[in-house]
């Protein structure tokens, strides 16, 4: 069940299923509750996560930005710096 959660959420989210984008923001808060310590799950939400950013990543997108920094702190345990580093650059 675990799997088949994080497989579709992804999914929604790659593919810009949501009506909004902020929508997809609260969908990867709730993947990075469920796939916290899953190494490969964790992983395959990060790579989706910097999709997005790069996508959507604008100076006048304050809440998609922000929820991303957000989840970065509240998760800041699970990214590395370099992971880091990348977000915050996809929205310079």
Known sequence: M???CIR?????CDNDY???PVITTTIYDRLFSIAKGQPADLAKVKQSMTSFEKKFATDDATRYWACQFVIMLENKKWFTQSEINTLVLCNI
Do not use: N, P
Not at 8 to 12: C, F, G, Q
């Open 18 to 20: 949501a009506e909004h």
């Open 2 to 4: 675990h799997q088949i």
């Open 8 to 12: 579709y959420m992804l999914i929604v």
